[in-house]
């Protein structure tokens, strides 16, 4: 009985005992255990991190195996909230506990605030706290204890959902110069099956949403730990400047202004053995940048719509990038040089030197020789517009592409291989740009076709007025043709061909308003230009209307002269005066112009320093020159006509030959008609006299060998009466007037041929200049000796041109020596034909030959009487002695007897028009020639 009863009480006993435990289990579960967790809770977080935690309430439901803990909040040192949650919902699996699993049906996070402070040591508040609130503590670790922690597998943990709903997290970062506060919120994640360990069952896949205002960032896929594997979508999406300015500062040279990224794309990732990580189907929008290079800037110098990559793709494993198309819309860019040469973009980007530190190579077995493969499908960019600004030159340079389109096709790691492209675009100065072709990067190539029409070239002037003082007031520039590069040898070689043409163009020297060159069109059809070795040849070169004015200043430098800049001092050393070549004996370039064609030219002269200035004109100037060129053998021909002074005639023509050589060019200039008034200037500087009237005929024939010119200049004036007198330093000291009138004939035409010869090279050497000074000499030369310039009248009868300026007498007599009529004779001649000539005679007698003369004549009663040698003889010795003498006027009379004499011959005889002929005082000085003879001379005049 005893044990009967006993037995039917064990499970009674047992039963109790299990509701015991049940009771205790509930009430621990239900009661003490959040009873102690809510108290320890905050204790625990003031004893390990120094924070003031609240929790409103905690449940636990035993049996359930759930927890919520609700309006939790922990503030840290500094009063500020740190961490809190609206409600913590927890939910473990009881049955999975038994297969050594700790198991999670759902986690779920309601409203979680987060703040996150990354401080200016880059350490987080989290391990601020920790450290402050355990200072003595010193984390010590056994290496072998650690390396067997390494190799043991991590715990067995299953979460079947977890999520957090609406969190919100404040990340403040102060270890830049500027503080700056991101908060993300909502902060939604979703994941669910995720396990610790491999799963035949599948991965677990998640889903996460935190966003900053309008900034969000979206990640969903599946998600495996053991081994650790995710597959899914990334995607962030209007990520503004400043959140990246922020975090991008430090590495950015430049100031972001504006503009939002999104980047979405697909993945693969797998770490452990093996690892693995491809991204496909990736984009990457960039709308409305803005960038400026510093932050002083006043405003962005590169602005965009919108930058756009797709199907970008990325396989780390295979080292293989893919991009799809890059399209860049609405790009403005302004890009600048400074004085010194340095764009502004890349002095940012200027670091180290090379070398400056030491550089850590890879261990060799994280090398991967395997090349690294790329492709972008292809670039386009539209409705864009590039500035460049150059300050290298004196006047700041200000270019602007605008309406500016570039497509390429795909590039690739396969550099060999060619690029296609199209690039258009306008300047804003006026003209429009065209390349197409294809370029190779390695080896370097390049093929386009290039073409420009309308094209402004005051816009570059600046880079013009670095060689040459000259303003662009008008021009424009149209090509059309193709060039090649190829870079395959050293040096690099390359052809262009096309045609040019440059139309409306007006230049003139800087700070002055007066045109210089222009014209109305030059075209330059075909072009063939060889880079190595440089070669130009050119079909045509024809010039509508050139326009040239050409001024002589006051200080004898022409306008011309003006052009070139100067590049400071000349080299010195072997070699300076040596002219640039290709070390072969040939120039360094090349060049060949089949045909240069000039339509209705015109040139204008100008010489300011003569008072009054002179100016004259060359105009309806046209023909051609054939065969132009730098290289033997070349015999090229000139033929040009035109105007001179708007009433002359003007014909060049001749042969031509190789430039920069030797070879002789025989070229004649003729010109007729030209008015003589108009070199009055001239005159008056080296004459002293203006030109009144007459016309003025050139025929030039110039022979150049090299710098080596040899010259005849046969110059004809009909006509030429000169002006007023002029006051010159300059003007020679001779009669001209008396000059002009030898030189002319009965006509009234002067007819001299004036050769000269130099060396073009000498800067001291002008043609013009040593023409008129050869004309002045030969005005000064017929002055000084007026009857020499008779000599072709005085060699006609045999006579010298000194001959014909005096006569010789028999002694005491006023008879003319033997062949004296002849001297007279032609003289008379030279007088009629020069009717301005005016002849002096000045009757002269020799005190001792013709006083002689005379006594001897009365002695002998005119030959009447005897007279012996004795008797003359001492007559003579009285005469020389002074003790006897002829009666005062038998010597004057003489001498005024030969003065009619030669008059009345002149008149009577050889008809030489009275008004010519002048009798002047007589004098006794007169020579006696070598025969005896007495001689008189004559002295000539002009009107």
């Known amino acids: 009985m005893a044990r009967s009863r006993q037995s039917s009480r064990l499970p009674r006993n047992l039963a109790i005992v299990a509701l015991v435990l049940v009771v205790i289990y509930a009430l621990v579960g239900f009661a003490l255990l959040p ?121 067995k943990l299953f979460f079947q959902q977890l999520a957090i709903d609406g969190g919100e997290l404040l990340f403040r970062d102060f270890s830049q110069a500027e503080p700056a506060e991101f908060r993300i919120t909502p902060l939604d994640l979703s994941l669910n099956e995720l396990a610790t360990w491999p799963r035949e069952e599948g991965d677990s896949n998640y889903y996460l949403l935190a966003a900053i205002g309008s900034q969000t960032v979206e990640w969903q896929g599946d998600l495996s730990v053991t081994p650790l594997y995710s597959r899914g979508n990334l995607r962030i999406a209007d990520i503004s400047y400043e959140t990246l300015e922020h975090f991008l500062a430090p590495y950015l040279p430049y100031d972001l202004r504006g503009g939002s990224v999104t980047v979405r794309s697909d993945y693969e990732f797998q770490a452990g053995d093996v690892f693995y990580l491809a991204t496909e189907n990736g984009e990457l929008s960039l709308a409305d940048l803005a960038v400026a290079l510093d932050p002083e800037s006043e405003a962005a110098r590169l602005t965009t719509d919108r930058i756009g990559v797709d199907q970008v793709g990325f396989d780390l494993t295979a080292r293989e990038a893919r991009i799809g198309q890059v399209t860049v819309d609405n790009l403005d860019l302004a890009i600048a040089r400074d004085s010194a040469g340095v764009i ?21 077995a994280a090398a991967d020789t395997r090349p690294f493969r790329w492709s972008v499908d292809g670039i386009r960019v539209a409705r864009s517009a590039v500035r460049w600004q150059d300050r290298v030159p004196d006047t700041e340079a200000d270019l602007r592409l605008q309406e500016l389109s570039l497509s390429t096709g795909t590039l690739s790691h396969r550099l060999e291989e060619p690029i296609s492209y199209d690039v258009s675009a306008s300047l804003a100065s006026g003209g429009r740009l065209s390349l197409q072709g294809q370029v190779t990067a390695a080896p370097f190539t390049f093929e386009a076709a ?62 002055q308003q007066d045109r210089l060159l222009s014209w109305q069109t030059l075209r330059l059809a075909p072009i063939e230009y060889n880079v190595s070795p440089a070669r130009l040849e050119i079909g045509t070169v024809s010039v509508v209307q050139p326009v040239a004015n050409i001024v002589r200043g006051s200080d004898a430098i022409h306008n011309v002269e003006r052009i070139p800049v100067s590049a400071g001092a000349a080299p010195t050393g072997p070699g300076a005066d040596e002219p640039a070549g290709s070390g072969n004996g040939q120039p360094a370039l090349i060049f060949r112009i089949g045909e240069l064609a000039i339509e209705n030219g015109a040139v204008a002269y100008t010489d300011r320093t003569l008072s009054p200035a002179f100016t004259t004109s060359f105009d309806e100037l046209s023909g051609s020159v054939i065969g132009i060129s730098n290289i033997p053998p070349q015999q090229g021909k000139v033929s040009l006509k035109g105007r001179v002074g708007r009433v002359g005639n003007l014909e060049f023509r001749g ?87 030898l030189l002319r004939d009965r006509d009234g035409v002067i007819e001299v041929d004036l050769p000269i010869s130099g060396d073009l090279s000498d800067p001291e050497f002008s043609v013009g200049q040593v023409v008129m000074r050869a004309f002045v000499n030969l005005l000064v030369k017929a002055a000084a000796s007026p009857f020499s310039m008779l000599g072709s009248i005085a060699e006609m009868a045999g006579l010298s041109g000194e001959d014909l300026g005096q006569v010789s007498f028999v002694p005491g007599s006023v008879k003319l020596a033997e062949g004296e009529a002849a001297k007279l004779s032609a003289l008379a001649d030279a007088l009629r034909e020069r009717p301005e000539l005016l002849l002096n005679v000045r009757g002269a007698v020799s005190p001792e030959t013709d006083g002689l003369a005379l006594l001897r004549e009365e002695l002998t009663d005119g030959g009447q009487k005897e007279l012996s040698e004795e008797a003359w003889a001492r007559a003579r010795e009285a005469y020389l002695s002074g003790e006897r003498s002829l009666s005062p006027e038998a010597l004057n009379n003489l001498a005024r007897d030969r003065g009619l004499a030669v008059r009345q011959l002149l008149t009577d005889t050889q008809e030489v028009p009275g008004d010519q002929l002048f009798l002047l005082d007589p004098a006794r000085n007169a020579t006696v020639g070598a025969e005896g003879n007495v001689v008189v001379s004559f002295t000539l005049d002009v009107r």
Do not use: C
């Not at 200027?350 to 550089?359: L, T, V």
């Open 35 to 155: 009873w102690w967790l809510k108290r320890t809770l905050p204790e625990q977080l003031d004893q390990q991190m120094g924070w003031q935690a609240e929790l409103a309430d905690l449940a636990i439901n035993p049996f359930a195996l759930t927890v919520e803990a609700t309006q939790f909040s922990a503030n840290d040192g500094d009063g500020e909230k740190v961490v809190g949650f609206d409600r913590l919902f927890v939910n473990l699996s009881f049955f999975q506990l038994f297969r050594g699993i700790v198991g999670f049906q759902e986690i779920r996070l309601q409203e979680p605030y987060i703040r996150v402070d990354l401080l200016e040591d880059y350490s987080v508040n989290f391990a601020r706290d920790w450290q402050a609130a355990h200072p003595e503590s010193e984390q010590t670790a056994d290496p072998e204890a650690g390396g067997a922690d390494q190799d043991s597998a991590p715990p």
């Open 344 to 364: 502004d973009w890349l002095a940012p980007l200027a670091g180290d030197e090379p070398g400056d530190g030491p550089d850590e190579p890879l261990p060799e």
């Open 450 to 511: 290039v073409s420009g029409s309308e094209v402004a070239l005051s816009a570059f002037e600046p880079y013009l007025q670095q060689g040459a003082n000259l303003n662009v007031v008008s021009g424009q520039l149209g090509f059309d043709g193709n060039l090649d590069l190829d870079s395959q040898q050293e040096p690099m070689t390359g052809t262009f061909s096309g045609t040019a043409e440059v139309s409306n163009l007006n230049l003139r020297l800087t700070g």
């Open 655 to 741: 042969t031509l030959g190789t430039l920069g050589t030797d070879d002789v060019s025989d070229l004649t200039l003729a010109m007729d008609n030209l008015s003589l008034p108009e070199l009055s200037p001239y005159f008056g500087r080296y004459l002293g006299y203006g030109v009144d009237s007459g016309k003025l005929n050139l025929d030039l024939d110039y022979e150049i060998a090299g710098s080596r010119i040899d010259a005849s200049n046969m110059v004809v004036m009909d006509r030429l009466e000169l002006g007023q007198a002029v006051a010159s330093d300059e003007a020679v000291n001779a009669p001209v007037k008396l000059g002009l009138a």
